[in-house]
């Protein structure tokens, strides 16, 4: 049998091969097409957050310091709901609703009066809108607020625990951390102290650059 002629032998192999000169431009392609997806979400976000805006621009309008402590929750629970339904990112729900220009702070200006919505159902409606909206796949940074990074000196086995209870509930420390600082601290479990307060004090050196830093140690999860 003569094979001299038979030259489909390596063809088989050779119609899977990519020529190499067609890989930067599939590359190419496959950056522009993630341009564009980023492109597209960032114009999203953009309009998301002027809806967001002006909703918020207008119940604003309707806050008012002197109504009763009751009346008072109730508003910043029906501007809560509001924000809501338009939120397009947590951050920006909680900057204007709980926030330090928010509607609660704006409300309760008064420590015993503000602790007294704290422990109030509507806040608590309001702390689970906060949840829903954490739990929802949104866009991690609000580009309209700076990323802010601060660094806590804690015991080696303090810090093991956090860990722990992050594995246990398939969170990042990152995300448990930040649920227990939006929680309010009872003052009684706040230790008094004589001595000289250490450490930065809040604000004293705001960061320069947006900074957003996950724990090394932090768990893996899916």
């Known amino acids: 049998m003569n094979f001299e002629n038979n030259t489909s032998v390596s063809q088989p192999n050779e119609q899977w ?8 431009a599939a590359k190419a392609s496959s950056s522009r097409i993630r341009d564009k997806a980023a492109d597209e979400a960032g114009e999203k976000l953009a309009a998301e957050m002027k809806v967001f805006h002006s909703v918020a621009s207008e119940l604003k309008a309707k806050r008012d310091c002197s109504l ?10 029906e501007t809560a709901t509001e924000l809501f339904g338009v939120a397009p990112t947590w951050t920006a729900f909680y900057r204007e609703t709980l926030g330090g220009d928010g509607v609660s702070r704006a409300l309760f200006t008064d420590a015993e009066e503000a602790r007294e919505y704290e422990t109030s159902d509507e806040h608590c409606k309001v702390m689970e809108m906060l949840t829903v909206l954490r739990s929802r796949d949104l866009p991690e940074n609000d580009p309209h607020e700076q990323q802010r990074m601060i660094t806590v000196r804690i015991p080696k086995s303090l810090h093991d625990s956090i860990c722990d209870e992050a594995n246990a509930l398939a ?3 990152n995300k448990l951390c930040i649920s ?37 140690s932090e768990p893996e999860v899916a």
Do not use: H, W
Request: aromatic share 2%.
């Open 171 to 173: 969170v990042s420390v």
């Open 17 to 24: 091969q990519t020529p190499a000169d067609a890989r930067p």
């Open 68 to 77: 009763p402590t009751s009346e008072k929750c109730r508003l910043v629970f």
């Open 180 to 216: 227990r600082l939006l929680q309010k601290v009872d003052l009684s479990m706040i230790p008094s102290s004589t001595q000289k307060r250490r450490g930065r004090r809040p604000g004293s050196a705001a960061a320069k650059t947006s900074i957003d830093t996950t724990d090394p």
